[in-house]
Every structure is written in structure tokens, then in C-alpha cells.
């Protein structure tokens, strides 16, 4: 259970980080991502979640 709340730390790293240094960029993204098809935001959600899982498993077991 441990590693799941330093997954959720590290998220909160990546995410502060990427706001604090830049700020336009994702306001830039928040306003372009509504043009965005919903059908392409669920495919891309599952190719990242997809992604996050063979990274974990590989290294878990490498």
C-alpha cells in the first residue's frame, strides 16, 4: 500500500513541477484539449494507462 501512496506522491511532483514552471503552456493545453474528440481522449487515457502498467510491471520485474 506503501508504493501506491509514493505513486500518487510522485504524480503530485510531476504535475507541481509542470505547473509551477510552465504555467501558459498548460493553460494553452486546458483550452486546445476541448477540441479534442471524446473518443480520442478515452483511447489516449487507456494507451497512458496501458503504459504505466508495462512500465511498472518491467520494473517490478527487472
Known sequence: MSDF???I?????IEGVL???LPEAIRKMG???Q???EAHLRW???FA???GVALVWL????
Do not use: C
Not at 506522491?9 to 511532483?13: K, Q, S
Not at 520494473?59 to 527487472?62: N, S
Open 49 to 51: 494507462a496501458l503504459l
Open 35 to 37: 477540441d479534442v474528440p
Open 59 to 62: 520494473i517490478r520485474h527487472a
Open 5 to 7: 501512496f509514493v505513486a
Open 9 to 13: 506522491g510522485l504524480v503530485l511532483v
Open 19 to 21: 505547473y509551477a514552471l
Open 44 to 46: 489516449g487515457g487507456l
Open 31 to 33: 483550452r486546445s484539449i
